[in-house]
């Protein structure tokens, strides 16, 4: 229950930031803004059923990348009463996230039957890739922003689910567009198009990541085992006793 109130926190301040950016996105422009709300939004949702479910580091540490975009946007939003607001649920949700009912609940090593921390850092990447793209983004052609900025969460949920093309899509097809359309950016926004995109290839093409997207798979042995020692269903399925013989 405490676990879930420090994340029901965070997403609660996501949610009033976003607000915020709907009543008065100054000093970003339209489409930056857009994508700003939709980064803080993503993230702070999947680190919330991050934590709760599973209790995973990679949810603690997303949420704790998510109160850290809501800070730079606080710093550079200006201030009304919805500033005010924001800034002290995102005060909260800190506390709440870094408290030791919620800390204590993280698991402290990876879990042994989850992938391995290359598979899960490119879609974290492309997760918070709207709200780096959107802080950066004015002065850009909106389409190209949208494009890579609402592209990059839709690959991440591709791969994520397994999704026949979503290894595909994130180890070259979306890289490559946020390459292409760096150009059409302002300069800070383009390099990290860039950087982000040669990030996730190169973390992406290692081999684990493709193991944890289709785990290899073993042709099954069968030993004959004497029957006496088979389960008795089994030997009921194949309408045989425990010697062996039809019965």
């Known amino acids: 229950m405490r676990t ?20 008065d996105a100054t000093p ?16 702070s949702t999947v680190a919330m059923v991050g934590m709760i479910a599973v209790g995973g580091r990679w949810a603690h540490r997303l949420g704790l990348i998510a109160l850290g975009f809501m800070v730079a946007l606080a710093i550079v939003r200006p201030i009304d009463l919805v500033w005010l607001f ?14 030791p009912f919620v800390t204590r609940t993280i698991r402290r090593l990876p879990s042994a039957s989850g992938p391995p921390p290359r598979a899960i850092i490119p879609p974290l990447i492309l997760l918070a890739t709207p709200a780096i793209l959107g802080f950066l983004g004015n002065g850009s052609e909106p389409w190209a922003l949208l494009i890579v900025g609402l592209g990059a969460p839709n690959v991440a949920w591709l791969y994520s689910h397994v999704i026949p093309g979503g290894l595909v899509a994130m180890r070259m097809i979306w890289p490559v567009v946020a390459i292409v359309l760096s150009p059409w950016m302002s300069l800070w926004a383009g390099i990290a198009s860039v950087t982000i995109a040669v990030a996730v290839i190169a973390l992406s093409w290692h081999k684990s990541v493709k193991a944890s997207y289709h785990p290899p798979r073993e042709v099954g042995t069968a030993y004959p085992i004497p029957p006496e020692l088979a389960p008795k269903e089994v030997l009921d399925a194949a309408e045989i006793d425990d010697r062996g013989r039809p019965k």
């Open 86 to 99: 924001d800034v002290g649920l995102t005060a909260i949700a800190f506390l709440a996230v870094l408290s």
């Open 28 to 43: 970003l422009e339209a489409a930056p803004a857009f994508l700003v709300g939709l980064g803080i939004l993503s993230m």
């Open 4 to 23: 879930a109130f420090g994340a029901a926190t965070t997403q609660l301040a996501a949610l009033g930031w976003t607000l915020a950016l709907l009543i």
